[in-house]
């Protein structure tokens, strides 16, 4: 690419896998743990929880920035797209803790 990014790194790669799917099951699997494990202090998931979108934010701008980030259909990824999917992704994940955590209150 002419601006010095690059679509086929390592990085590149990593950060898309994650921000697909890991980073996604990173923020579910610390949402649904305090189901598993009522007991536990609510610290620790919600640590896990925070951290999850934390990093699906950041491995999305850099992957955008600086690894040639692409969108669903291919076409380069701007600043705008990430702004959107923070947009989606921040409610979306809020909306699932508290769907959890209500249940969570309802179960036990």
Not at 35 to 57: D, E, K
Request: charged residues 15%; positive net charge; aromatic residues 12%.
């Amino acid at each position: 690419m002419a601006d010095g990014r690059t679509t086929d790194s390592v990085l590149g790669l990593f950060l898309r896998l994650y921000w697909v799917m890991l980073g996604n099951g990173v923020v579910v699997i610390a949402a649904v743990f305090p189901l598993a494990y009522p007991q536990m202090p609510t610290a620790l998931p919600l640590a896990g929880f925070g951290f999850g979108v934390v990093s699906l934010i950041a491995a999305r701008f850099v992957d955008i920035r600086y690894c040639g980030g692409q969108t669903a259909d291919g076409a380069p990824a701007s600043l705008d797209d990430w702004k959107r999917y923070v947009r989606i992704l921040v409610p979306s994940a809020l909306l699932l803790l508290g769907v959890v955590w209500g249940a969570r209150a309802v179960l036990n």
